[in-house]
């Protein structure tokens, strides 16, 4: 458990495990702790790295400090810290935006991307946006949990959800307060042409990111791999964790299998 000072803030970070850098980043109803099933799942294998973005958990931040606008900036802040080069990312949700924007600027430092239940920071195509803004618009009304677990998981697990509101709590912001913004981020195109492998992951009865959505959008990533989780809602990792981690964790290895094998290919001069 250490912080990072930037500027004023201590970025909150923990480190579990040993092998290649892996980061969680969290989404608007997470934060470090969130991560609790996958850091007991990833950390035998990888540098498991999660972190507190700026506002949420122990990353105390001003009301009116940049939020969003240096989510970007303080993974990179972060990896340098560590002295990570290269590492894969996974994002939920909110962290989506953190992690296809750091991918775009740095395409080099990611070695893989998985996009859980997210969009965010995608530039889409008009068509794909406007359906976007619908789904906005009809769940605008939902309460926190109809909006981020399933129905299914809702019936199934009272304590679950229970625990997954006490979790989100210790965060000083929410979707109504958060400040800045991302900008502009990469069209589905220029993402594919940063050369990064590329999942995206979605719960079937996923609110706010439909599947149908995610899965238009991945077919507009060449060469990106889609999964759809059966009977989960926008916080896969939460909600289904075995399945989430097993996703991962098989995509994760084939991006290293391809790489080795790559580099074991015969130099032609």
């Given at each position: 458990m250490a912080a990072l000072r930037i500027e004023g803030l201590d970025l909150y970070y923990?480190?579990?495990?040993?092998?290649?850098?892996?980061?969680?980043?969290?989404?608007?109803g997470g934060n470090h702790a969130s991560w609790f099933h996958q850091v007991a799942a990833f950390a035998p294998r990888y540098r498991t790295i999660v972190?507190?973005?700026?506002?949420?958990?122990?990353?105390?931040?001003?009301a009116d400090g940049p939020g969003r606008s240096r989510f970007v900036a303080d993974l990179a802040a972060l990896l340098d810290h560590l002295a990570v080069d290269k590492a894969a990312l996974v994002a939920q949700s909110m962290g989506g935006?953190?992690?296809?924007?750091?991918?775009?600027?740095?395409?080099?430092?990611?070695?893989?991307?998985v996009l859980a239940d997210t969009l965010m920071g995608l530039r889409?195509?008009?068509p794909i946006q406007q359906r976007v803004a619908a789904v906005d618009r009809a769940v605008d009304g939902l309460s926190q949990l109809e909006r981020v677990l399933g129905p299914s998981f809702r019936r199934r697990d009272a304590a679950g959800c229970q625990l997954y509101a006490a979790i989100a709590s210790f965060n000083g912001v929410n979707r109504r307060t958060l400040t800045g913004t991302f900008g502009s981020g990469p069209t589905p195109g220029e993402l594919a042409t940063a050369g990064v492998p590329i999942l995206f992951l979605v719960g079937e009865e996923d609110a706010l990111f439909p599947p149908?959505?995610?899965?238009?959008?991945?077919?507009l990533v060449?060469?990106?791999?889609?999964?759809?989780?059966?009977?989960?809602?926008?916080?896969?990792?939460?909600?289904?964790?075995?399945?989430?981690?097993?996703?991962?964790?098989?995509?994760?290895?084939?991006?290293?299998?391809?790489?080795?094998?790559?580099?074991?290919?015969p130099k032609i001069t």
């Open positions: 923990e480190v579990h495990g040993e092998g290649p850098p892996l980061v969680l980043a969290h989404g608007m972190f507190d973005q700026r506002g949420f958990g122990n990353s105390r931040d001003a935006g953190t992690c296809t924007l750091f991918t775009a600027r740095h395409p080099r430092r990611v070695s893989a991307l889409l195509p008009a149908d959505i995610v899965r238009d959008v991945h077919r060449k060469g990106s791999r889609f999964v759809e989780l059966p009977a989960t809602g926008h916080s896969g990792y939460f909600e289904s964790p075995a399945m989430f981690n097993e996703a991962v964790l098989g995509f994760l290895a084939s991006c290293s299998t391809v790489a080795t094998a790559t580099s074991m290919q």
